[in-house]
């Protein structure tokens, strides 16, 4: 009969578990980054901007 065994650990330090990490976390959770203080409709406004910018530019890069 087989025995299952368990995979060892990840034995690594968890990398958002630093000092430093912690105040950006920390700095982040206090800005208004579309939680709730920018419109949907102003939102999808920007993501269309953004998807026609994105095209242009390798359109762009094509062309060199």
């Known amino acids: 009969m087989l025995q299952i065994t368990p995979l060892p650990r990840d034995t690594r330090p968890d990398p958002y578990d630093t000092r430093w ?16 203080t920018v419109p949907d409709e102003e939102i999808s406004r920007r993501r269309v901007k ?15």
């Open 21 to 36: 990490a912690r105040a950006i976390l920390l700095g982040l959770q206090s800005k208004p980054i579309y939680a709730g």
């Open 50 to 64: 953004n998807r026609a910018a994105r095209k242009a530019r390798k359109t762009n890069r094509r062309g060199r």
